[in-house]
């Protein structure tokens, strides 16, 4: 099975970690509000894609109004997060889907 982390944070933006535990350092990462579907497409707008090294996508932000871009189930299966991921300095909090609540080290955030 495939666990998956998805963590909410207190300004309305979401993380999901396809990396999970295991995922390596974030090297490049590619907003997609820039490309011009975001006029159709206006969930583009919140979506961040980050590669690690090797160029694999490992993680997928929301940056705001993650309740209008993700699924209802996958929001409901998440974790919220204690703090805003940016210049955080504890630890969040995120939710495997299907797993207890774990706790998210700040540098990953």
């Known amino acids: 099975m495939v666990e998956m982390r998805v963590t909410l944070d207190e ?3 979401a993380v999901l970690d396809l ?5 390596g350092e974030i090297r490049d990462s590619v ?12 969930a583009l707008g919140s979506i961040v894609l980050h590669f690690d090294f090797y160029g694999r996508l490992a993680r997928v932000e929301v940056t705001d109004s993650a309740d209008s871009v ?4 996958l929001l409901d299966a998440a974790g919220t997060a204690a703090v805003p991921r ?8 995120g939710r495997n889907v299907g797993q207890e609540s774990t706790p998210r080290p700040a540098s990953e955030s």
Do not use: F, K
């Open 31 to 42: 907003a997609l509000d820039e490309l011009e579907a975001a006029e159709r497409v206006p």
């Open 86 to 93: 940016a210049g955080a300095t504890a630890d969040a909090v």
């Open 19 to 23: 990396a999970g535990d295991g995922g």
């Open 11 to 13: 300004r309305g933006g």
């Open 70 to 73: 993700l699924p209802s189930a």
